[in-house]
């Protein structure tokens, strides 16, 4: 599988693209394929880099992934606040899409 196929790589590169992007929408597994991403890059970092480095990652991808996560409510229809809602939030990224 070439880096131009595969979903993982590819979802990771549109998060970093629109890292800072709050507006328009993110599909189901455009999201989780990031945080899967950006889990391993940490995890990784912090065990090749030590817990430093897995900090400094975790800090990194704050934005990235605040900002994926309000792009994945507005696909499920919801306003992007809800993010702010605890249990609520988790329940609706993992809600299938608005046509």
Not at 20 to 28: E, P, V
Not at 54 to 61: A, D, K
Request: charged share 15%.
């Amino acid at each position: 599988m070439s880096e131009s196929t595969n979903p993982i790589f590819l979802a990771s590169r549109d998060g970093l693209n629109r890292y800072a992007d709050f507006s328009g929408k993110s599909t189901r597994s455009q999201y989780w394929y990031f945080v899967l991403a950006t889990n391993v890059a940490v995890f990784i970092g912090a065990l090749l880099g030590g817990e430093l480095v897995g900090n400094v990652l975790s800090v990194f991808f704050i934005v990235p992934t605040i900002a994926a996560a309000v792009r994945r409510l507005h696909d499920v229809g919801k306003s992007g606040w809800f993010f702010l809602v605890p249990i609520y939030n988790i329940i609706l990224l993992c809600t299938v899409s608005k046509m």
